[in-house]
């Protein structure tokens, strides 16, 4: 999937030049957390979080509150040039950048202007549809060898159940690397012959166990 | 307790309504889910001389008219098809029907609807003030959606009576669903409306079907807030089960203020139930429709429907947990002790496991949980994720 199919193309942005009364009323009224900043022409030029935001404005704990603060421009606290994505990246590519690089968003620029913003929050709701977990399903997790062909023998049993598997998984067993963990989310609400036809082919399924004991 | 005197004298106390027409409601001989469950239950009640023939109401058929209100056209019309024998699984499999869970059937739109009219039958009895409470323990189709069947549930009948009820009596309807699975049907039909309030305590989606259900689906727009979930862990107990039941649906209810609650009696958060992996035990099913019946008398002058919903162990399980749910309704001692003989000696030569003698279960039905203060503790954190919004804060630090 690429950035262009998940981003959000509808983006509340503020210039320069605004202050930081501009801002928190902006992010307020629209339950965001990022705004971009952009010059005139629509190129990004600068971001705030409310992370900035908090920290620029004197706590009210403090004595001597100053009103001034607030009508502070934004470049003061912007963080200048920041890290930005375009339509065409991938999405497992941005979501290492947001991980490497610690961010919350990531403002997408086509043709040197902004064009879209993808948050965390975006990226976390796309992997949860991904996973399939948004459609009616059951979740069967199974223990198999690490070598080829078997991903075929267990999803051959969901071919013989003419079940509808929403996603798979596929990731390496964290007690013994000489095994892989499968996660099928399969269109049913009942996965008892499934379950007992995937024992028959030999494999472990992990269903459920009592947490933290493993069988 | 003077809960039912003066005038309600002229009015039943409970209704029940049953024909062994909703039998008709049949996928195949193997599949899980089977109504047979309705005699077993309405013959151990005739046999504990609970129940008469002057308490039993006739359902009747929902109108497409009445399925529309909570179901497309198009889908009503492919269900209307394939019970015809007009349609292949092929050209139904996008609708959830001429599936592995919810296979084609002759005559499927009428067994259906007749599900649902069951429930508008509940609903008329106590909307007209004709009875204080009704029981269809033939509804509970909770996983029916707007336009397409999902785990067993063709239409959704609690969704279509919420409905009927609103344009019919203009009520405020509490809608809690005790089944071990989310009641997302019913949920996401009423998303956005304020004036319905969804509860489901249920099985956490980790592994269990539908998978949703989670604590922080509360609804949306003007609805945000009037949609509550409880998911618990696999393993929980009737303790913490019932601690969180308890605790979220009074002070949903007082925050509410319901005209009207519809109880949804799934019966799968047993310990024996096949499907899922939830450690109940009978003492779930005395405790649920106590609490049920007191505060739909404290906040609905009595307006208290309830319908049926999953339960999978048809022999050991349901009759019991569902007759103590009708006895409840009708102020009856609850029953301690052994059942019916007479019941217990009918019913062993076909049932294939042996049938538990007593009202209540025995000692040890399992072995002890490991971590069931964890679990315990786990879903206390649940229960004050859910009620956050309407828990006045400043009792926080
Ligand atoms: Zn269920
Ligand atoms: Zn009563």
Known sequence: MIVEQMMKTNVFTLQPSHSIKDAITLMQENKIRHLPITNEIGSVVGIVTDRDIKEAIPSYLMEDQNQDIYETKIKEIMTKNPIIGHPLDFVEEIATTFYDQQIGCLPIVSGGKLVGIVTETDLLYKYIELTGAHQPGSQIEVRVPNRPGTLFEVSKVFHDHKSNVLSVLVYPDLVNNENKILVFRVKTMNPLGIIEDIRKEGFDVLWPNIPGMTN | ?397
């Not at chain 2, 049920?292 to 002058?301: P, R, S, W, Y």
């Open chain 2, 1 to 397: 307790m003077a809960k039912h005197t003066g005038n309600d004298k002229l009015k039943k106390h409970a209704v029940y309504v049953y024909s062994e027409e909703q039998l008709g409601y049949k996928f195949s001989e193997t599949h899980p889910f089977n109504q047979k469950r309705l005699i077993l239950t309405t013959d151990l009640l005739r046999k504990m001389n609970a129940l008469s023939d002057q308490d039993i109401v006739i359902p009747r058929i929902a109108t497409d008219d009445e399925l529309l209100l909570a179901h497309d056209p198009r889908y009503v019309d492919i269900v209307k098809k394939a019970s015809k024998g007009l349609m292949t699984s092929s050209q139904t499999e996008s609708f959830g029907i001429g599936t592995e869970d919810t296979p084609i059937f002759p005559n499927m739109h009428e067994a259906s609807a007749r599900l649902v009219g069951g429930t508008l039958t509940a609903v008329d009895y106590v909307m007209e003030n004709k009875a204080l409470h009704a029981l269809n323990l033939g509804g509970g189709l909770h996983h029916g959606f707007h336009g397409r069947a999902s785990g067993f549930c063709i239409y959704n009948d609690s969704s279509v009576a919420i409905k009927y009820i609103q344009q019919k009596y203009k009520a405020r309807v509490l809608y809690i669903d005790t089944d071990a699975h989310h009641g997302d049907g019913v949920q996401w039909s009423f998303y956005e409306d304020p004036d319905v309030c969804t509860i489901s305590i249920h099985e956490t989606g980790r592994y269990l079907f539908p998978g949703t259900g989670n604590v922080t689906e509360r609804g949306s727009g003007l609805g945000y807030g009037t949609s509550f979930n409880l998911p618990i862990d696999a393993f929980t107990e009737d303790e913490s089960f019932l601690d969180l039941y308890m605790t979220a649906f009074r002070e949903i209810a007082t925050h509410f203020k319901p005209d009207v609650i519809i109880t949804q009696n799934g019966a799968d958060a047993h310990y024996l139930d096949p499907l899922t992996h939830l450690y109940g035990t009978m003492k779930l099913y005395q405790e649920i429709p106590k609490l049920a019946h007191q505060l739909a008398h404290e906040f609905c002058d009595g307006k208290w429907i309830a319908v049926g919903g999953g339960g999978y162990d048809i022999w050991r399980v349901v009759p019991r947990a569902w007759s103590l749910l009708w006895m409840e309704m009708n102020d009856m001692e609850l029953p301690q002790g052994k059942l019916p003989k007479e019941w217990l000696d009918q019913w062993q030569k076909d049932s294939p496991v042996q049938l538990i003698p007593t009202w209540m279960d025995p000692e040890n039905l399992y072995e002890p949980i490991p971590r069931k203060e964890e679990i315990t503790e786990k879903n206390k954190q649940v229960l004050d994720k859910a009620l956050y919004h309407i828990r006045p804060h400043y009792e926080k630090e």
